[in-house]
């Protein structure tokens, strides 16, 4: 999966910032796989850079825990594991459960507006198949609800987890049988926050994340009878 990376530069950012982006965008997405080996060399080499940014890039996503290093192996990109996935879920079912409830009192008429398009372009991208296009709608809807709670602490504790949640969003998603109960999902939390309905919304908040992790497990031990 290597060869298909490529950097975007960026007149703003060190080489080494750009390259650290690039290797955590590709790890995020899932085009450098859980377990899949980062040679130096091969990685400069394909991103025309020298070997210094590439080790500068897998020494910061080895501290945020995307990259491991084995003894006599090297770096490799970390596995998702139900240990690591049940840690980040677990925050995040309590974080979403507490963001609908305060977007059901505070959310404007033009987010509500915003909220039902992040529906209809969820529902949209679906139709897609693009695994790429689908986690991104996903995240379109999802911080919707998040900036309407108005509470910068809560976004900001919601956004510092959010890219971890987004490598596991990208295994469930790869379960195509759940698209239409993702949808139906998204359409409950959309009616119960125009309705101010709490209950509702805390709820299904609640159980979209437990199917979520349920979808994620079977991806998990997918993968693991694969290898």
């Known amino acids: 999966m290597q060869d298909n990376l490529q950097v975007t530069m960026d007149e703003f950012l060190p080489l080494r910032d750009v390259v650290f982006n690039t290797l955590r965008q590709a790890i995020l997405t899932g085009e450098l796989k859980p377990g899949e080996r980062l040679m130096e060399i091969h990685l400069a080499n394909k991103l025309g850079v020298s070997r210094t940014p590439i080790r500068e890039a897998i020494r910061k996503l080895e501290l945020e825990g995307l990259v491991t290093m084995i003894p006599r192996r090297g770096a490799e990109v970390a596995q998702i594991t139900e240990k690591s996935m049940n840690d980040v879920l677990e925050v995040r079912r309590a974080m979403d459960a507490l963001c609908v409830e305060l977007a059901c009192d505070r959310i404007t008429l033009e987010e509500l507006q915003e909220l039902k ?111």
């Open 117 to 227: 398009k992040a529906c209809d372009n969820f529902e949209a991208a679906v139709k897609t198949k693009d695994v790429k296009q689908i986690a991104q709608a996903d995240v379109a809807l999802h911080d919707i609800i998040v900036e309407a709670t108005g509470n910068q602490r809560l976004i900001q504790l919601v956004n510092n987890l959010s890219e971890q949640m987004y490598r596991y969003r990208f295994e469930y998603i790869k379960d195509f049988s759940q698209h239409d109960r993702l949808v139906e999902e998204h359409k409950v939390i959309y009616q119960a926050i125009v309705k101010k309905d709490k209950e509702t919304a805390s709820n299904m908040a609640k159980v979209h994340i437990d199917n979520q992790k349920k979808a994620i497990i079977r991806q998990i031990r997918l993968e693991r009878e694969k290898n």
